[in-house]
Protein backbone atom coordinates (compact mmCIF):
# COMPACT_ATOMS: atom_id res chain seq x y z
CA UNK A 1 0.00 0.00 0.00
CA UNK A 2 1.07 3.58 -0.25
CA UNK A 3 2.17 5.60 2.14
CA UNK A 4 4.53 8.96 2.39
CA UNK A 5 7.09 10.71 5.00
CA UNK A 6 8.63 14.28 4.94
CA UNK A 7 9.78 14.52 1.43
CA UNK A 8 8.22 11.60 -0.94
CA UNK A 9 5.47 8.78 -1.37
CA UNK A 10 7.01 5.29 -0.98
CA UNK A 11 5.09 1.51 -0.59
CA UNK A 12 5.04 -0.78 1.90
CA UNK A 13 3.32 -4.09 2.64
CA UNK A 14 -0.13 -3.79 4.14
CA UNK A 15 -0.83 -4.59 7.83
CA UNK A 16 -3.43 -5.12 10.24
CA UNK A 17 -3.61 -2.34 12.40
CA UNK A 18 -3.30 -3.61 16.34
CA UNK A 19 -5.84 -2.91 18.80
CA UNK A 20 -4.12 -2.24 22.11
CA UNK A 21 -7.74 -1.45 23.99
CA UNK A 22 -5.80 1.02 25.56
CA UNK A 23 -6.68 3.39 27.57
CA UNK A 24 -7.07 6.42 25.43
CA UNK A 25 -8.50 3.95 23.06
CA UNK A 26 -11.61 3.44 25.05
CA UNK A 27 -11.72 7.30 25.81
CA UNK A 28 -11.72 8.05 22.69
CA UNK A 29 -14.31 5.12 21.98
CA UNK A 30 -16.61 5.93 24.71
CA UNK A 31 -16.62 9.96 23.79
CA UNK A 32 -17.33 9.31 20.30
CA UNK A 33 -20.78 7.11 21.03
CA UNK A 34 -21.60 9.89 24.05
CA UNK A 35 -21.27 12.75 21.84
CA UNK A 36 -23.22 10.54 18.88
CA UNK A 37 -26.11 9.70 21.21
CA UNK A 38 -26.26 13.31 22.52
CA UNK A 39 -26.59 14.69 18.74
CA UNK A 40 -29.20 12.36 18.50
CA UNK A 41 -31.29 12.42 21.63
CA UNK A 42 -30.04 16.09 23.35
CA UNK A 43 -29.54 18.55 20.75
CA UNK A 44 -32.71 20.02 19.23
CA UNK A 45 -33.20 20.46 15.31
CA UNK A 46 -32.07 24.35 15.63
CA UNK A 47 -28.66 23.11 17.05
CA UNK A 48 -28.24 20.53 14.58
CA UNK A 49 -29.15 22.73 11.53
CA UNK A 50 -26.63 25.11 12.74
CA UNK A 51 -23.71 22.85 12.60
CA UNK A 52 -24.81 21.48 9.84
CA UNK A 53 -24.70 25.12 8.32
CA UNK A 54 -21.08 25.65 9.87
CA UNK A 55 -19.66 22.55 7.98
CA UNK A 56 -20.75 23.19 5.08
CA UNK A 57 -18.54 26.87 4.96
CA UNK A 58 -15.81 24.97 6.91
CA UNK A 59 -12.98 23.08 4.40
CA UNK A 60 -10.81 20.66 5.95
CA UNK A 61 -7.24 19.56 4.87
CA UNK A 62 -5.62 16.37 4.94
CA UNK A 63 -2.25 15.14 5.38
CA UNK A 64 -1.35 15.62 1.49
CA UNK A 65 -3.09 19.07 1.22
CA UNK A 66 -6.40 18.07 -0.48
CA UNK A 67 -9.19 20.34 0.85
CA UNK A 68 -12.53 18.40 1.91
CA UNK A 69 -15.86 19.08 4.39
CA UNK A 70 -17.39 16.57 6.64
CA UNK A 71 -20.77 16.85 8.43
CA UNK A 72 -22.50 18.84 10.93
CA UNK A 73 -22.87 15.62 12.93
CA UNK A 74 -18.76 14.71 12.76
CA UNK A 75 -17.97 18.65 13.30
CA UNK A 76 -20.14 18.47 16.72
CA UNK A 77 -18.15 15.09 17.39
CA UNK A 78 -14.94 16.53 16.45
CA UNK A 79 -15.21 19.63 18.24
CA UNK A 80 -16.09 17.95 21.48
CA UNK A 81 -13.91 15.17 21.64
CA UNK A 82 -11.12 17.25 22.09
CA UNK A 83 -12.67 19.28 25.22
CA UNK A 84 -13.81 16.48 27.10
CA UNK A 85 -10.27 14.94 27.08
CA UNK A 86 -8.67 17.89 27.77
CA UNK A 87 -11.17 18.74 30.85
CA UNK A 88 -8.98 17.98 34.29
CA UNK A 89 -9.55 17.00 37.94
CA UNK A 90 -9.62 20.57 38.36
CA UNK A 91 -10.36 22.66 35.22
CA UNK A 92 -12.95 21.71 32.26
CA UNK A 93 -13.47 22.73 28.62
CA UNK A 94 -17.70 22.85 28.38
CA UNK A 95 -19.05 21.07 25.80
CA UNK A 96 -20.34 23.13 22.74
CA UNK A 97 -23.83 22.63 21.81
CA UNK A 98 -24.49 25.40 19.68
CA UNK A 99 -22.68 25.37 16.33
CA UNK A 100 -19.77 28.42 15.89
CA UNK A 101 -21.42 31.58 13.94
CA UNK A 102 -17.15 32.37 12.90
CA UNK A 103 -16.72 30.75 10.10
CA UNK A 104 -12.78 31.05 10.48
CA UNK A 105 -10.86 28.08 12.46
CA UNK A 106 -7.91 30.65 13.17
CA UNK A 107 -4.24 29.55 12.45
CA UNK A 108 -2.31 27.39 14.30
CA UNK A 109 -0.79 28.75 17.62
CA UNK A 110 2.61 28.26 17.26
CA UNK A 111 4.50 26.04 19.91
CA UNK A 112 7.93 24.73 20.40
CA UNK A 113 8.96 22.24 23.56
CA UNK A 114 11.81 20.85 25.32
CA UNK A 115 12.00 17.71 27.54
CA UNK A 116 12.78 19.66 30.60
CA UNK A 117 14.01 16.58 32.85
CA UNK A 118 12.45 12.87 32.86
CA UNK A 119 9.50 13.57 34.17
CA UNK A 120 8.56 17.00 32.81
CA UNK A 121 8.27 18.74 29.59
CA UNK A 122 7.90 22.67 28.60
CA UNK A 123 5.84 23.77 25.85
CA UNK A 124 6.57 27.39 24.75
CA UNK A 125 3.49 29.06 22.97
CA UNK A 126 4.35 32.61 22.82
CA UNK A 127 2.34 35.79 24.01
CA UNK A 128 0.09 37.72 23.28
CA UNK A 129 -2.48 35.01 21.98
CA UNK A 130 -6.40 35.93 22.24
CA UNK A 131 -7.01 32.11 23.61
CA UNK A 132 -4.89 32.90 26.34
CA UNK A 133 -7.62 35.57 27.97
CA UNK A 134 -10.87 33.74 26.89
CA UNK A 135 -12.42 31.86 29.59
CA UNK A 136 -13.77 28.47 27.92
CA UNK A 137 -10.35 28.15 25.85
CA UNK A 138 -7.97 25.89 25.93
CA UNK A 139 -4.79 24.80 24.06
CA UNK A 140 -4.78 21.17 24.36
CA UNK A 141 -1.27 19.41 23.39
CA UNK A 142 0.05 15.83 22.10
CA UNK A 143 3.21 14.14 22.22
CA UNK A 144 4.60 11.18 20.84
CA UNK A 145 6.87 8.46 22.84
CA UNK A 146 10.72 8.76 22.60
CA UNK A 147 12.00 7.97 19.80
CA UNK A 148 16.35 7.47 18.88
CA UNK A 149 17.89 10.43 17.36
CA UNK A 150 18.44 8.57 14.05
CA UNK A 151 15.02 8.77 13.64
CA UNK A 152 14.17 11.67 11.49
CA UNK A 153 10.15 10.95 11.12
CA UNK A 154 7.52 9.20 13.63
CA UNK A 155 4.53 6.99 13.35
CA UNK A 156 4.28 6.11 16.95
CA UNK A 157 0.53 7.45 18.53
CA UNK A 158 0.55 10.44 19.87
CA UNK A 159 -0.96 10.86 24.02
CA UNK A 160 -2.40 13.67 25.26
CA UNK A 161 0.23 15.83 27.36
CA UNK A 162 -2.05 18.06 29.15
CA UNK A 163 -3.94 21.13 28.52
CA UNK A 164 -2.75 24.93 28.99
CA UNK A 165 -6.23 26.84 30.37
CA UNK A 166 -7.08 30.44 29.11
CA UNK A 167 -9.11 32.93 31.00
CA UNK A 168 -9.01 33.06 34.64
CA UNK A 169 -7.43 35.31 37.18
CA UNK A 170 -3.92 34.71 35.53
CA UNK A 171 -3.50 33.69 32.17
CA UNK A 172 -0.83 31.51 30.67
CA UNK A 173 2.10 33.60 30.11
CA UNK A 174 4.92 32.34 27.55
CA UNK A 175 5.66 28.48 28.92
CA UNK A 176 3.74 25.99 30.48
CA UNK A 177 5.46 22.60 32.71
CA UNK A 178 3.41 19.49 31.61
CA UNK A 179 4.51 16.35 34.05
CA UNK A 180 4.93 13.35 31.09
CA UNK A 181 3.57 9.67 32.02
CA UNK A 182 5.45 7.70 31.50
CA UNK A 183 8.83 9.40 32.12
CA UNK A 184 10.58 10.22 28.82
CA UNK A 185 14.34 9.83 28.14
CA UNK A 186 15.39 13.81 28.04
CA UNK A 187 18.26 12.51 25.68
CA UNK A 188 15.92 11.19 22.96
CA UNK A 189 13.80 13.15 20.46
CA UNK A 190 10.54 13.72 20.92
CA UNK A 191 7.24 14.34 18.54
CA UNK A 192 4.67 17.37 19.77
CA UNK A 193 1.87 18.94 18.41
CA UNK A 194 -0.92 21.54 19.66
CA UNK A 195 -4.34 22.73 18.56
CA UNK A 196 -6.10 25.54 20.43
CA UNK A 197 -10.24 24.31 21.80
CA UNK A 198 -11.93 27.86 21.45
CA UNK A 199 -15.03 28.13 23.98
CA UNK A 200 -17.27 27.54 20.43
CA UNK A 201 -16.00 24.61 19.64
CA UNK A 202 -13.71 25.53 16.77
CA UNK A 203 -11.01 24.04 16.28
CA UNK A 204 -7.71 25.40 14.85
CA UNK A 205 -5.24 23.43 12.98
CA UNK A 206 -2.45 21.56 14.34
CA UNK A 207 1.39 23.46 15.05
CA UNK A 208 4.11 20.74 15.13
CA UNK A 209 7.30 20.98 17.23
CA UNK A 210 10.21 18.70 17.65
CA UNK A 211 12.63 18.25 20.00
CA UNK A 212 16.37 18.22 19.69
CA UNK A 213 15.47 19.58 16.31
CA UNK A 214 16.02 17.09 13.60
CA UNK A 215 19.38 18.06 11.63
CA UNK A 216 19.60 20.36 8.76
CA UNK A 217 19.00 17.94 5.26
Known amino acids: MWSHNRTELYTRPRTTPLNLNTTGQQF ?16 TEEQRQGWRSYASRIWLRNRIGHQYRIT ?19 QSLAPALDAPTIYDLGPPQPV ?3 VTSAGRVRVFHPSPQPWKKTAGAGLLVWISPSISLTRTFHRTPMHLLGTVFGGGARPPKGFTDLVVTPQFDPSLRT ?20 SPALPAP
Not at 28 to 43: E, G, S
Not at 72 to 90: D, K, V, Y
Not at 191 to 210: E, Q
Open 28 to 43: IRNAMAFFNQTWVQTL
Open 112 to 114: SHT
Open 72 to 90: GQNHFIRSNIPRSQGTSST
Open 191 to 210: WLYARVSLPDGRLTGKSWSI
